[in-house]
């Protein structure tokens, strides 16, 4: 029987697990296919939400897709109008709270794209009006 097993990695090394599995699903984006690679069994899948472009970092990237049988996606989404509008009723109705690092107003705009690097730990927010 398939077993899942969900890892919080502020409280966990994933890396360090000691096990092999099917598919890991990397929300945070913060793997790269070679530790990803430790973790899969000889055909397992890693699946990433980090951004893959002309940009990405070369060691995310495999060099080929597939290598001893494991294989790699990224997951790219863009934001519709529909789904964002359901999200402001969910926080407008208090049923989703999300985590904001810091806000800043419009005339700091540049501080909110200075603080906006690194590993996020919540949204950056500028404030109008």
Not at 31 to 52: C, H, I, K, P, Y
Not at 104 to 121: E, K
Request: proline fraction near 7%; glycine fraction near 10%; aromatic fraction near 4%.
């Amino acid at each position: 029987m398939p077993t899942s097993m969900l890892v919080d990695y502020r409280e966990q090394e994933v890396t360090a697990l000691g096990r092999r599995f099917d598919v890991v699903l990397d929300v945070p984006g913060r793997l790269t296919f070679g530790a990803a690679r430790g973790l899969l069994e000889d055909d397992g899948v890693f699946v990433t939400t980090r951004g893959v472009g002309p940009d990405t970092p070369r060691e995310l990237v495999p060099d080929r897709l597939r290598r001893g049988g494991s294989s790699f996606a990224a997951v790219r989404t863009s934001a519709r109008p529909a789904d964002l509008a359901h999200l402001a009723a969910l926080v407008d109705g208090g049923r989703l709270r999300p985590t904001v690092h810091r806000a800043f107003p419009l005339d700091r705009v540049d501080d909110a794209c200075c603080c906006a690097t690194g590993p996020a730990t919540g949204k950056v927010v500028v404030t109008v009006g």
